[in-house]
Structure formats: C-alpha cells, structure tokens
C-alpha cells in the first residue's frame, strides 16, 4: 500500500474515532447539563421547603411547649396551698410540724434546714409561702414584694436551697 493510502486510511480511522469520541462526550454532555441540572434544581426545592417546613414546626412547638409550661405554673399556682404556722410549734428549741398538719406542710418544712425554717418561723414569714406538689413537681411561691422584705442572707440561701434540690420557685402575683 502507498503512503498515500495509508495515510488516508489513517485519517479515516482518527476522523471516525474522533467523531465517535465526540458523540460519546455528546451522549454523556446532554444529560449532565441537561437533565441533572433540572434534578438538582428539584432536589434543591424540596429540601429548601423540607427546612422551612422544619422550622417553622419547631418554632410551633416551641410555643406549645411554652404554653404548656405557663399552664402548668398557673395549675401549679392555683394548686398551692399557703403555708399555715399554726401547725407548727416550738419544742425544745427546735420546729415541730403537727400531726394533724396537712402533708403539705410537712414536705415544705423538709425543703429547708431547720435554722432557716425557724427563722422564718419567728419573724411570722411562713404565711408568706405557699406550697405545691403538682405534676410531680415541687413548686414553692411568694409575692415579690415578701420576698424582698426578707433578709438578704435568708433569700440568698431559699434561692440556692430551691435551686439544688430542684423545686421550682416563682413569685405570686
């Protein structure tokens, strides 16, 4: 064969692969900026309306939570009986809870050290307090302004008291 055939059978074989090369780069080049653009696009959308939708769920529920909680301090408000010092008595130098006390005041006199107890007992402050056990929580309140009349150091050690043992403490309005 002469070179010259050879060499346009050589230029048949490349301009055939070339043109089968760019088809297969064609065949693959459709799809990909065509149609997997589209796909991402509509992945891109749900998943944007999946986020907004998860937001927008959990700022709902956050002001369900929030209204349960206020609902169970009202509950707990209206559930919480004042703390009576009738029940309570003197006996060799130390508090004594009544037999015929209402349990109530029994678990409120427990919450606190005795010392505390007895200091709020002689200054009269006990009717400030008001006791509740509801939702298996233990709730203790007292009007703002009370609590401000105490003193400091008796306020200091009711607020690290409640916060340790994990009663829960709110003012009555």
Same mark, same amino acid.
Not at 1 to 12: D, G, H, R, T, V
Not at 87 to 113: N, Q, W
Not at 161 to 173: A, K, N, P
């Given at each position: 064969?002469?070179?010259?055939?050879?060499?346009?059978?050589?230029?048949?074989r490349a301009s055939a692969t070339f043109v089968g090369g760019a088809v297969?780069?064609?065949?693959?080049?459709?799809?990909?900026?065509?149609?997997?653009?589209?796909?991402?696009?509509?992945?891109?959308?749900?998943?944007?309306?999946?986020?907004?939708?998860?937001?927008?769920?959990?700022?709902?529920?956050?002001?369900?939570?929030?209204? *349960?909680?206020?609902?169970r301090l009202s509950i707990a408000r209206s559930d919480a009986e004042p703390?009576?010092?009738?029940?309570?008595?003197?006996?060799?130098?130390?508090?004594?809870?009544?037999?015929?006390?209402?349990?109530?005041?029994?678990?409120?006199?427990?919450?606190?050290?005795?010392? *505390?107890?007895?200091?709020?007992?002689?200054?009269?402050? *006990?009717?400030?307090?008001?006791?509740?056990?509801?939702?298996?929580?233990?709730?203790?309140?007292?009007?703002?302004?009370?609590?401000?009349?105490l003193q400091a150091d008796e306020q200091r050690q009711i607020i690290e008291? *409640?916060?340790?043992?994990?009663?829960?403490?709110?003012?009555?309005?």
């Open positions: 064969m002469p070179p010259a055939e050879k060499m346009s059978e050589w230029l048949k297969a780069v064609g065949l693959v080049a459709i799809p990909t900026f065509v149609w997997l653009p589209r796909e991402f696009d509509a992945i891109n959308t749900k998943l944007d309306a999946s986020v907004m939708n998860s937001a927008e769920a959990s700022q709902n529920s956050a002001a369900v939570v929030a209204a *349960l909680e206020a609902m703390v009576n010092p009738v029940f309570l008595t003197i006996v060799d130098g130390g508090l004594s809870v009544h037999d015929v006390a209402p349990d109530y005041i029994e678990k409120f006199v427990r919450l606190f050290p005795e010392s *505390l107890v007895m200091s709020l007992y002689q200054g009269n402050k *006990l009717v400030n307090f008001s006791y509740s056990d509801f939702g298996e929580q233990e709730w203790v309140f007292i009007e703002r302004a009370n609590f401000l009349a008291i *409640l916060e340790r043992s994990g009663v829960q403490f709110d003012f009555q309005f």
